[in-house]
């Protein structure tokens, strides 16, 4: 167990300085130096100081993301009552605002990245501030996993509800449609936080709408409306909640591929990038081959006018098959791998360079 | 007590590095950041436990050493972990002059006198950095703990507790008092952190008995001074409310000279033994591959390469106690099980390229689209295991061309038979003039266990024979005359301590491993099954932890620190078995002993048994201290 010795410490210092006094020994810088180089020191801190304001920038986003939070999961429904709820625009407001400001936020950290090795000549103090700034990345990101997961809880309860109402397609019956919806949505907000599961909501859904279904009619039959007309409404609302049902059908589709593939797409830009830096390393080998390859050729075409000069011919074309062999290996080597660099189309044509001026010394 | 000591020792480790303030599990805190300094001690206290990656994930940006070049770092707070000697302390002053960092927080491996906490406060002084200096502490970690229930005190200085400086025959009283204050301060700190006052029993006449008088003497001290006592209150668990208190058997090197020598055979003991391993650290030395390079090329190189086997490595923490060929069995399931669950994600692959575009329906998408992402993100599990795989197949394999070169598995099987007293089959000459079995250090171990552990001593014309034998292998005789002497003096003592009598069954010369056509060709290797025998040290904590009456533990000595009054008597006041034991051997420990110790505690349900020792050694370095012995 560790012990505070601070305390002791404290102690000790008075003793000393007691002891200092009594010995006359000076009593080191006085207070106006050391203020001064406090004020030298702090002129340094300015990428500390900077960094903590990002800090606080992502801490008030996370505040307001966590304050919003319960209005944004909970309160799911159209119909709710008393309290404060949120419309989805409210929703896809605070969705473009949190959006904006975590942008804003990376692009602050990336300017300080940028900036923090500029005067900096100790390498000790380079290495601690790329690791301060990886800590304020760390905790951007955290910060927009709440945002993302709030998201993802949110988009997930659409795609459910939809797949709700379309798992009882044989009760759409006129007075069940306007109010399944309504029904699916309240489900959700009962357990707020926790998956939803449809066999407990579809059950729910048969007792309540049953119950609504005959204070629904009762309702309606108090009104001055003909029993035609009622149809007739009755027919358009259900048309029109299909035609509008169809289109969310599509959005909300859409919208769930899209959030989980992204997150895909995150992991998967990872490997890409990985292998773009792999791709590069293979390009400048290519290159250098390609180089070596080249002046490989022009020492073989001296040595041909030299063996030529000097009367070898028969040694000739068997150096010129032997050539053209490896030319056309070469080539088929570099047809191979599907690379998708601009620069390696530009290696192919090099070679194809290469491999052209040999044929132009076989017909020579 | 439940905990392990290596989970309180790195509890104590992280509450330090968060400022001495008891981490709170926070996930969207905001970032602190700040440095670690430390000196070679803490160093070695802080690698076994806590990975750079945790220090980062604890906000520590840069650690450096203490006597190192450091640059000035504004604004942020440093946290020292040193321990209290001059040279350390005056490296602190001198930061604290040179203004470094923004605020310090002192942590002093083990206790700091007074008159050095003054040197620290006049230098603040003189610096004008007292409100800089924002806390002190005095962490009472000074051990080092390298498994779950396993500790050693040092690794820096470990020739001053070294078995050679207990022993040797020309220690001045003076140096004997530091050395025994040394082990006793770590081991004063290793029951703070445990937050346990145990039982002390030691074996009078003996190294151990020293350690045990002080220890016993400081913690009295620390338990009258009721003011700063360091075991009230939150250091004491649930568990101190029982009666249990555990026990602390403190052993003596010199009972069992043999075990240390021994060959062994469990995995974790072999690595030690065999190769460069020390605190939980291998290094080995690879060669490039078997292929023939032409003529003219560059010369094959060694790569070095170090790996960590750490308590989140599951294959080591369940394999590290089992004999060598089940190792390679495991390894070779693990690759192969590794193998099946990546073709699944390669199917899984396939069937998403093929699928992904004839379906309409949202739900079959998402379905493939979780059972995607579940691969996805089942891929950094199977990375990791692939990683392990890859580590303990160069390490096993290491270990079996070590196996395979010195023919250690002879060596094993002569020698249990040799320690149990069993008939052996070939002579001891024939072993030790057989050219391809072992180096020379292995054939001497073998010599030196056979003498340990025979009743009499060879006849003078037998021991002319086995030395020349041996010179002849290539082998320095000076351990044995250490060995001699050792011998003489124990005979006085008590008889030779028997080594129980079983006899390893070897299960055929090929075992069932190469017919599976794994990569452990472990044909010619004996397939060994080791029978459970105590060793020495093992039965010694059986007598005492369940009170049998045995004639080599009766006269052990009795200490209870809280009671009033010291005793004497060798008459323990408890007679219930202890639940909780604690061996201790002052003059160096190895695996062999650990393992045997944990290999019995397993067979009693809810007993548990932690092993220290003063210094870790293998065979190799044991040898060499016996040879500097025997030279004198």
């Known amino acids: 167990m560790a012990v505070d010795i601070t305390l002791l410490f404290k102690a000790s210092v008075k003793t000393v300085k007691t002891r200092n006094k009594a010995l006359g020994v000076a009593a080191g810088d006085s207070a106006r130096d050391e203020l001064l180089k406090r004020g030298a020191a702090r002129s340094k801190s300015d990428f500390t100081g900077r960094a903590r304001e990002v800090i606080s920038n992502i801490g008030k986003l996370k505040d307001f993301l966590l304050q919003h939070r319960k209005d944004y999961i909970n309160a799911y429904s159209h119909i709710m009552s008393e309290y404060v709820r949120m419309t989805d625009t409210e929703r896809d407001q605070i969705d473009q605002d949190a959006q904006i400001f975590m942008r804003t936020c990376a692009d602050a950290i990336h300017q300080l990245r940028t900036e923090a090795h500029k005067d900096v000549q100790s390498a000790q103090v380079k290495e601690h501030r790329t690791a301060v700034l990886d800590f304020i990345e760390d905790y951007l990101k955290r910060v927009c996993k709440l945002y993302s997961e709030q998201r993802a809880i949110r988009v997930k309860r659409v795609i459910d509800k939809k797949r709700l109402s379309r798992l009882e397609p044989e009760q759409s019956n006129i007075s069940k449609s306007p109010l399944s919806p309504e029904k699916n949505s309240q489900n959700p907000l009962d357990d707020s936080e926790e998956k939803l599961s449809s066999e407990e909501s579809k059950d729910r859904n048969m007792p309540d709408a049953q119950s609504n279904l005959g204070l629904w009619g009762d309702g309606k039959g108090e009104d001055e409306l003909s029993p035609e007309e009622i149809q007739m409404f009755e027919q358009e609302n259900q048309r029109l909640v299909g035609e509008m049902n169809n289109l969310f059908d599509e959005v909300r589709q859409i919208e769930g591929k899209v959030v989980e593939i992204s997150r895909l797409q995150e992991i998967f830009t990872e490997k890409v990038l990985q292998q773009e830096t792999d791709i590069d390393n293979i390009h400048q080998l290519v290159v250098g081959a390609t180089e070596n390859i080249k002046e490989g050729n022009e020492d073989i075409r001296e040595m041909f006018f030299y063996c030529l000069g000097s009367g070898f011919m028969f040694l000739n074309q068997q150096l010129q098959d032997f050539v053209r062999s490896y030319s056309v290996r070469n080539l088929k080597w570099y047809n191979q791998p599907d690379f998708y660099s601009p620069e390696s189309n530009g290696s192919f044509v090099l070679c194809s360079e290469a491999t052209n001026s040999h044929r132009g010394l076989s017909f020579f | 007590m439940a905990a392990g000591i290596r989970e309180k020792q790195t509890v104590a480790l992280k509450r330090m590095l968060n400022f001495n303030v008891p981490p709170v599990k926070n996930s969207t805190g905001e970032p602190v950041w700040k440095v670690l300094i430390y000196d070679r001690f803490g160093q070695d206290i802080i690698s076994p436990l806590l990975s750079v990656k945790e220090l980062r994930d604890m906000g520590i940006t840069l650690h450096l050493l203490l006597h190192s070049d450091r640059d000035p770092i504004p604004d942020v707070p440093a946290i020292y972990f040193v321990m209290p000697t001059e040279e350390n302390i005056d490296r ?74 207990i022993n040797r025959p020309d220690i001045t009283d003076t140096e004997m008092e530091t050395i025994m204050d040394t082990i006793v301060d770590s081991l004063f700190c290793f029951f703070v952190t445990l937050g346990a006052i145990p039982i002390i029993r030691c074996s009078r006449g003996t190294a151990a008995e020293m350690v045990a008088v002080k220890l016993d003497k400081k913690l009295r001290e620390n338990l009258r001074d009721a003011r700063n006592s360091l075991f009230t209150g939150d250091t004491l668990g649930a568990g101190q409310f029982s009666f249990q208190r555990p026990l602390l058997v403190l052993v003596d090197r010199n009972i069992d000279l043999a075990t240390p020598l021994h060959h062994t055979w469990t995995y974790q003991a072999l690595v030690h033994d065999v190769l460069d391993f020390h605190l939980n650290r291998v290094n080995l030395e690879e060669s490039t591959g078997t292929e023939s390079i032409p003529a003219g090329a560059r010369p094959k190189k060694k790569n070095k390469k170090s790996y960590d086997l750490t308590a989140s490595d599951k294959f080591w923490q369940k394999h590290k106690g089992s004999p060598f060929p089940e190792v390679a069995e495991s390894v070779q399931q693990e690759l192969e099980s590794y193998r099946a669950q990546e073709d699944e994600v390669k199917r899984l692959k396939s069937i998403m390229g093929i699928e992904g575009e004839d379906e309409g329906a949202i739900s079959m998408l998402s379905d493939n689209t979780a059972k995607l992402t579940s691969a996805v993100s089942s891929l950094p599990e199977l990375l990791e295991k692939k990683r392990l795989i890859d580590l303990h197949t160069n390490v096993a394999t290491a270990v079996l061309e070590h196996i395979k070169a010195r023919k250690l598995d002879v060596y094993f099987e002569y020698e249990e038979k040799i320690m149990s007293k069993s008939t052996l089959d070939k002579s001891l000459l024939d072993m030790i003039s057989d050219p391809d079995a072992g180096t020379p250090e292995d054939k001497m171990r073998l010599f030196l266990i056979y003498y340990i552990s025979s009743a009499q001593a ?39 301590t028997s080594y129980g009598n079983t006899t390893p069954k070897p299960l055929g010369l090929f075992s069932r491993v190469m017919n599976t056509g794994s990569q452990f060709v472990m044909e010619g290797v004996k397939n060994l099954v080791l029978k459970q025998q105590n060793l020495p040290v093992t039965r010694i904590l059986d007598n005492l932890m369940e009170m049998k009456s045995n004639p080599e533990t009766d006269d052990y000595r009795y200490f209870d620190p809280k009671m009033l009054r010291g005793s004497d008597s060798s008459v323990p006041r408890n007679k219930n078995p202890f639940q909780e034991a604690i061996v201790f051997v002052v003059g160096g420990g190895n695996y062999i002993e650990y393992q045997n110790l944990i290999d019995y505690i397993k067979g009693k349900q809810g007993k548990h048994v932690l092993y220290g020792c003063s210094e870790l050694f293998n065979a190799t370095q044991f040898i060499k201290q016996l040879s500097q012995l025997g030279q004198k």
């Open chain 2, 92 to 165: 602190m002053c001198q930061d604290l002059r040179n203004q470094l960092y923004e605020s310090y927080y002192l942590n002093f491996i083990s206790a700091i006198s007074r008159s050095k906490l003054e040197d620290i406060a006049n230098a603040a002084i003189g610096a004008n950095a007292v409100t800089q200096v924002a806390k002190v502490f005095d962490q009472y970690l000074n051990f080092i703990t390298l498994e779950d229930d396993m500790f050693v005190l040092c690794n820096q200085n470990k020739e001053l507790v070294s078995y050679r400086a």
């Open chain 2, 458 to 496: 060879p006849s003078e014309i037998d021991l002319e024979q086995y030395k020349k034998a041996l010179t002849d292998a290539g082998c320095n005789l000076a351990p044995l005359n250490y060995i001699k002497q050792w011998k003489a003096f124990t005979k006085m003592a008590s008889a030779p």
